[in-house]
């Protein structure tokens, strides 16, 4: 099984402020990897697939990088509706999806 | 737009089987392009993906190992939903279930989730 881990656990940073989360996968997932949003009682939201491709209807401030085992997303300025939990997902080691622990961005 | 909407009860007993109803608007669980996926979420285990059905000129299954033997997804061509059984249920199994429209080799459309408790 693939094991993703994300870093930091937590990050607190202003409205603003350039955010950069990383995920890394225990072994290549090529492209396979996906970015989620979560705020709390609603269902993650997908931001990013194929590591760099935003979904519908993202801004532009977030964009995903990386191949391999090394991920990033970046929001290039926090907005207010950005504080959330982040997991990332990768979809390589078919059938099977496993899920990062998430990064939680909160206010500073 | 695809709209996903759950149903099911939020209380099973132990050893029973927690059953879970996802209905689809504006796509077909019929489509040969996406797969329908039921994924899991709390606080001890995270978000684990449980499964998926998918039709590619017949119909596929595809179980996480942890699960295999206690699950069954479904879909209902009829009414255009699928479903999920999960058998011999523990309080391990409490968790919010969600289903969700996979593409991309990720999932792009999410139900509202349903909270599943496991008590007696």
């Known amino acids: 099984e693939i094991v993703l881990t994300q870093a930091p656990a937590t990050l607190s940073l202003s409205p603003g402020e350039r955010a950069t989360l990383s995920c890394r996968a225990s072994?290549?997932?090529?492209?396979?990897l996906a970015w989620f949003q979560q705020k709390p009682g609603r269902a993650p939201r997908l931001l990013i697939y194929?590591?760099?491709s935003r979904a519908t209807g993202i801004p532009a401030r977030f964009s995903g990088s990386g191949s391999g085992t090394d991920f990033t997303l970046t929001i290039s300025s926090l907005e207010p509706d950005d504080f959330a939990v982040y997991y990332c997902?990768?979809?390589?080691?078919?059938?099977?999806?496993?899920f990062g622990p998430g990064t939680k961005v909160d206010i500073k | 737009q695809v709209q996903l909407q759950q149903s099911g009860p939020g209380l099973v007993k132990p050893s029973q089987t927690l059953s879970l109803t996802c209905a689809i608007s504006?796509?077909?669980?019929?489509?040969?392009?996406?797969?329908w996926n039921w994924i899991r979420q709390s606080p001890s285990r995270g978000l684990e993906w449980l499964g998926r059905t998918y039709y590619r000129s017949k119909w596929y299954n595809e179980y996480v190992v942890s699960v295999r033997g206690r699950i069954t997804i479904n879909p209902d061509t009829s009414r255009n939903q699928f479903s999920l059984q999960l058998n011999s249920v523990t309080p391990e199994d409490t968790a919010v279930y969600y289903c969700a429209r996979g593409q991309w080799r990720s999932l792009d459309y999410w139900g509202q989730g349903t909270l599943v408790t496991v008590s007696s």
């Open positions: 997902q990768q979809g390589s080691d078919w059938p099977s999806f496993t």
């Open positions: 072994q290549s997932v090529g492209t396979y």
């Open positions: 194929y590591a760099s």
């Open positions: 504006g796509d077909s669980v019929s489509s040969n392009s996406v797969a």
